[in-house]
DNA sequence: TTTCGTTTTTATCATTTGTTAAATAGTTTC
DNA sequence: GAAACTATTTAACAAATGATAAAAACGAAA
């Protein structure tokens, strides 16, 4: 997805506005297999995802479980470095060679001081990622393992298809074994 | 919690742009068990918790989940209202008499197009927000009950002693039932 | 195609949580 | 204080999920 797309499907800006963001993105090709952030790490940047697809994951005890995945136009953030500058708690890691826009937080948050169109669109980004992470909680809270499966079937069958079952499972919040099982049952 | 600290904590404004905010504000006293928001229905203010507790719930066939607690200080807000305007799925009730700073949501977000500093205060309120909810997304799903429950009790050990515990079963993911056993097993 | 390594499914048993109902404890009202 | 109501705990059984191990299916590479 192209960087004027992604930007003013969040909020639409201004040509002016939006070019002062464009000005501080930088294009990158990283493939298959890279850890794009690291736990425990302040991260310095935010990407969107031009193609591919990504997960976020982190550690409870030994298991790696998966609480996020991303594909074409989404926003790829460590939300304690962005929001407080502070390690985060996740890996990043590219599911597929992937095309990213890179862009530094210091630069962003410059420009959320000077430009009151980057300041709103910035906002309205932190407020759509709510309503996702708010519908996300709901379904965790309220719904059941096979419930969610379905959902997630319905709503993101990319994610199913280019995605592994285990790490599906994690975010789902179930073991492998406990999913396959769940999709067994449905057929 | 007094206003002007409320504001503050979320991101410090100087006297002018503060003071805008509080010309939008009115203060209510209202009464325990009084409804503050109506699940399906596009509500036009937020709220700041002066004194008193709430809680949110919505219900998931018959049966009702509380999925947020909140005390002095807290934000009252129907996100999906203040974000974009559709209605929300949640009621809010007060379970305590209450008293509480309202905000329309119109006036708020006139105030954000036409300020600088309160634009970017209204981008770290959704900041704030999205970092609570990440976090309690992830306990969700990498914790197990018992764990949840320790947590809670050790973070906001207010919220026990003065809310329901068939609330606090439900907020947890768990049943009342379930709440009693692990409540037992830990003593 | 065959082989090797990885992913997914199946099987078995243990543990946790849900459901329903009854018993106990706690609160409010008269 | 007794009665009525509400909240919490306990009990018994059912259902869902976890843990471990083995089998089957799938994919990549020779």
Redesign the interface.
């Known amino acids: 997805m192209e960087i004027n797309q992604i930007i003013d499907n969040i909020y639409p800006l201004p040509t002016k506005s939006k070019d002062l963001i464009k000005q501080s993105i930088i294009e990158t090709k990283l493939p298959k297999g890279h850890i794009l952030f690291k736990a425990n790490k302040v991260e310095t940047s935010i990407y969107f995802i031009k193609k591919g697809i990504a997960r976020a994951y982190?550690y409870?005890d030994e298991n790696e479980?998966t609480?996020w995945f991303g594909k074409e136009g989404a926003p790829i953030v460590s939300?304690?470095s962005?929001?407080?500058n502070e390690k985060g708690?996740e890996d990043v890691e590219l599911l597929e060679d992937c095309e990213l826009y890179e862009l530094k937080i210091e630069q962003l948050q410059k420009l959320?001081?000077e430009?009151?169109e980057i300041?709103?669109w910035?906002?309205k980004f932190?407020?759509?990622?709510?309503?996702k992470?708010?519908e996300?909680?709901?379904a965790?809270?309220?719904?059941t393992a096979t419930q969610r499966y379905l959902a997630l079937l319905k709503n993101y069958p990319s994610i199913i298809q280019r995605v592994q079952l285990s790490h599906v499972a994690s975010y789902l919040?179930i073991t492998q074994v406990s999913l396959s099982r769940i999709r067994a049952n449905i057929k």
Chains 1, 2 share one sequence.
């Open positions: 982190a409870s479980i609480f939300m304690k962005y929001v407080n708690y959320f001081l430009d009151i300041a709103n910035g906002r932190a407020e759509l990622e709510l309503i992470s708010e996300r909680l709901i965790l809270q309220f719904n919040g």
